[in-house]
């Protein structure tokens, strides 16, 4: 696939995500079930939480709290920004820059910020941000399940750093798993085993009855992969990143082979409060060394070395190489 196809190919899909979501049963992925989002924000906070990114957020404030809200924040493939807007309904923002690259997700996200009267609190850029964001400093950089479509998580990471201004924040909820999903054995073995204990209603297809969703799990080829050539690029580099630029970086893994993959679309047969539902969510607790999800918070250092512009030269050269350019 040569550069310009993929570029296509992957602000394709995120044009055409929204659609195909409102195509899918109700519950079938993990963020709408009330009882694993209360389980992930307990695992994050200590507090069983409801809404996705409360746990989160309540996490930030005990670590920031003395220095909220943040003035000017930036993220980096938000989608609508809904997430984002709330951190500004939750006193953690003052404004945001929100930065996707499919135009249809941002036209929806000034949609939902003037329904929410939040038009004067946020901007939006079509783009890549590494491109257009040149002599600015911002209170926080907040990465929402985008660093992972990075090409690269260390150059992505450090960027982060460069645009903060000293003593401002880096916030992140991500995918840390295997690159491409590209699943250990350690894993398949797992989520296999989860579904091969369900019994066959689980695995019923409301979309198509006749053909019920698969019960055994494989890894996806590299060749399905394409259908978004972002994917979990480099996913597996974010906590190493993280750590290095930010040594001082609070990380918290929260698990979910078991509760996004082992369950990815049967969830919506298996029943909130169900006895299978509380089992596989203790059994998430106990693999959660598997690395999947995390959250991240640091803050950098009032004195921090400033990088040269020549490394940001050297950064969207990079970008380019390894995310637009065709590989061989």
């Known amino acids: ?40 924000n307990f695992r994050i906070c200590g507090k069983y939480l409801d809404g996705e990114n409360t746990g989160l957020v ?49 036209e929806q996200g000034k949609q939902i910020a003037q329904e929410w009267g939040l038009s004067d609190k946020v901007s939006f850029a079509h783009g890549n941000a590494f491109d257009n964001i040149k002599n600015q400093e911002y209170d926080l950089v907040y990465w929402d399940n985008a660093l ?32 491409r999903f590209q699943w250990t054995e350690e894993a398949v073995e797992l989520i296999n085993a989860v579904r091969n204990s369900l019994n066959d209603e689980c695995f019923h297809n409301p979309r198509d009855p006749d053909h019920p969703w698969p019960r055994h799990f494989r890894r996806p080829t590299l060749e399905e992969m394409e259908y978004d050539p972002s994917e979990s690029v480099d996913a597996e580099a974010i906590i190493p990143a993280l750590n290095n630029y930010f040594p001082n970086a609070l990380i918290k893994h929260v698990g979910g082979t078991v509760y996004h993959v082992g369950l990815g679309d049967i969830l919506t047969n298996i029943p909130e409060g169900s006895d299978i539902l509380k ?20 803050q950098k250092p009032v004195r921090a070395k400033k990088l040269s512009a020549k490394w940001f030269t050297h950064m969207k050269s990079q970008f380019r190489r390894t995310f637009l350019e065709p590989k061989a």
């Not at 899909?13 to 389980?39: C, G, K, T, Y």
């Not at 909220?68 to 980096?76: D, F, Q, R």
């Not at 003052?94 to 249809?104: A, N, P, Q, R, Y």
């Open 1 to 40: 696939m040569d550069a310009d196809n993929r570029v296509k190919v992957a602000e394709g899909h995120w044009d055409a995500l929204p659609a195909w979501r409102s195509q899918m049963p109700p519950r079938a992925r993990w963020n709408e079930s009330f009882q694993i989002v209360r389980d992930q």
């Open 58 to 106: 309540d996490l930030f404030k005990q670590v920031a709290g003395a220095h909220l809200p943040l003035a000017k924040a930036i993220s980096v493939g938000c989608g609508t920004g809904a997430k984002e807007m709330r951190l500004i309904q939750a006193g953690v923002v003052s404004h945001f820059h929100l930065c996707d690259l499919s135009s249809i997700s941002l």
């Open 148 to 179: 992972h479509h990075m090409p690269s998580a260390d150059d992505a990471v450090r960027w982060s750093l460069e645009i903060l201004r000293p003593g401002a924040w880096f916030l992140m909820t991500e995918f840390v798993g295997a690159n």
């Open 279 to 298: 089992l596989c969510l203790l059994l998430d607790r106990a693999t959660a060394s598997i690395p999947h999800y995390a959250v991240g918070i640091a």
